[in-house]
């Protein structure tokens, strides 16, 4: 897919060299080339970088593009023919990629109901075993963020009552998010929810993620006068979705009044489950004592209703992970515009990503925790770092002195066969201490101790993770492949990658790591 988006000046669905040299002649692509929605129309109609309508659709045809996710090319192509802008050539061009696809497909082999897609039902989008993988995605998703005093998982036998606070628990679309089909099969959390304990209270709270509307006091009635407490907050489609962008990382509206005020009226802490896409501060619920867990379940589609419900009830042990950083609300004074990853200390600037920024989180990129401990160390006889001095050509390698003062190695000086044989194993000994069984990922990263020494290094980098099922008690082994070349590796001011003389360490979690040194 190209787009609008420009690199070098030239919209990518406009780039010759991208479209037709670098997809087609280097990578050996065959498929056909679509645009992003509105790109060829944005070309001309917003960013003014074709002249015409009709340059616009010359512009990305020529270029290589063939199918338009729109009608500006239906709209203005017969009209760029007519004008000499485009030729039928053009026009054929982009027509032999887009039906050989079609081809390779087989719709033109006779009777499409006979073809292999030419049956496909209801029977079969929602057979089970489509419903049971919904409800494992929806159930490895989840992140635990918060459990103190182990609020979770609730006790079915102890659990006589359960309030549900939340225009987010009884509105079946919340769990869908945005580009969904219709679902085969669905529940909202508050219909799970009363499957598990007979006697479930529910009470909206506010009238949708605006919160602009409350019924604070009919809450508060509902959370005092129960055992437990599950809040489904967060946010909706009204509040992020494509062309719509938030302008705060906070709940909106009135949604932390309504929190904090179940909060004090509950007879236990509560617990806080957040649906939303993106990041949201709730550095007010992670400080609050009064709340005594948060979880985080993203748009978890049809079956995160169940899901949700299982990882409440200890059937399900949470193991998902952040897959973005959580900011603090202080983090939206940063113009959107300045796109600058690497953090600025002599203007504030506090860079962007897990891999650059210096600021204060929320939560950290690949956080979560788990209703069981787990540990993790090297594997001393397995991880095997090579020795330098057996690698031919290396050691007649010089570095290269950057205005920085670091010492650098050109991986394409180094070469693929060295760069191969400077692969090793890294074994890491995984332990689940109980006293839940559960699905673990393990994360490998790679972290510099001088990041900011003015080479432009991240401060850590994940560079590879594994997930692995371990019973109560249970330990096992895990393997990656450290490669050198790709891992230690970094981007050049000039664009070449290159590796820093020194010390590099590699981590396993937070509880070990190993230094090896390259060429030092």
Not at 97 to 124: C, E, H, K, S, Y
Not at 163 to 170: L, P, Q
Request: proline share 5%.
């Amino acid at each position: 897919m190209c787009s609008y988006n420009r690199v070098n000046g030239v919209p990518t669905c406009a780039d010759y060299n991208l479209l037709s040299k670098t997809a087609r002649q280097n990578w050996g692509f065959y498929g056909y080339i679509t645009s992003d929605c509105d790109a060829v129309s944005i070309i001309h109609d917003a960013q003014g970088y074709a002249k015409t309508a009709e340059d616009a659709v010359a512009d990305v045809l020529k270029a290589g593009m063939d199918v338009n996710c729109g009608s500006y090319v239906q709209q203005h192509g017969a009209s760029a023919l007519q004008q000499g802008k485009i030729t039928e050539q053009d026009i054929d061009r982009a027509l032999h990629n887009l039906f050989a696809v079609r081809m390779r497909l087989g719709l033109f082999n006779g009777d499409p109901r006979r073809n292999r897609f030419g049956n496909i039902g209801p029977d079969q989008v929602c057979s089970q075993e489509h419903q049971d993988l919904a409800l494992q995605a929806a159930q490895e998703g989840i992140v635990l963020l918060k459990n103190d005093g182990a609020a979770l998982p609730l006790s079915k036998s102890t659990v006589a009552s359960l309030g549900v606070i939340g225009f987010n628990a009884n509105d079946a679309t919340r769990l869908l998010g945005n580009y969904f089909g219709p679902p085969c099969v669905t529940a909202t959390p508050l219909q799970v929810l009363q499957g598990y304990v007979k006697d479930t209270r529910f009470a909206a709270g506010c009238n949708a993620a605006a919160c602009n509307v409350t019924a604070i006091p009919e809450a508060v009635q509902v959370a005092s006068s129960v055992d437990s407490v599950v809040l489904f907050m967060g946010l909706d489609q009204d509040q992020e979705r494509e062309e719509v962008d938030r302008l705060d990382l906070t709940l909106p509206g009135q949604q932390q009044s309504l929190i904090e005020s179940v909060a004090n009226a509950a007879k236990k802490p509560v617990i806080l489950v957040l649906l939303c896409g993106g990041p949201v501060d709730v550095s007010f619920a992670k400080t609050n004592p009064k709340i005594g867990a948060i979880l985080w379940a993203g748009y978890p589609g049809e079956a995160g209703g169940m899901a949700i419900a299982q990882v409440l009830f200890g059937e399900h042990n949470p193991g998902g992970r952040l897959p973005v950083t959580w900011y603090p609300q202080d983090f939206t004074e940063v113009p959107m515009t300045d796109m600058r990853m690497r953090a600025d200390p002599a203007t504030g600037y506090p860079g962007r990503t897990y891999r650059f920024y210096r600021g204060q989180t929320v939560f950290d990129f690949g956080y979560g925790l788990s209703y069981s401990k787990y540990s993790h160390r090297f594997v001393a006889s397995g991880t095997k770092p090579p020795s330098m001095s057996s690698i031919a050509g290396l050691k007649a390698l010089e570095p290269t002195t950057t205005a920085a003062g670091a010492a650098t190695y050109d991986v394409e000086a180094i070469g693929s066969e060295a760069c191969e044989r400077l692969k090793f194993p890294a074994v890491v000994r995984v332990q689940n201490h109980g006293p839940m069984d559960g699905k673990h990922p393990v994360l490998l990263f790679l972290r510099w101790p001088n990041a900011t020494d003015g080479s432009g290094r991240p401060a850590r980098q994940l560079i590879g993770f594994r997930s692995l099922h371990l019973r109560a008690m249970q330990a096992a082994h895990v393997e990656f492949e450290v490669s050198p070349c790709k891992h230690f590796s970094r981007a050049s001011e000039d664009g070449r990658k290159v590796i820093d003389q020194g010390s590099h360490f590699v981590m396993v979690g937070e509880d070990d790591e190993f230094e090896m040194s390259f060429m030092a």
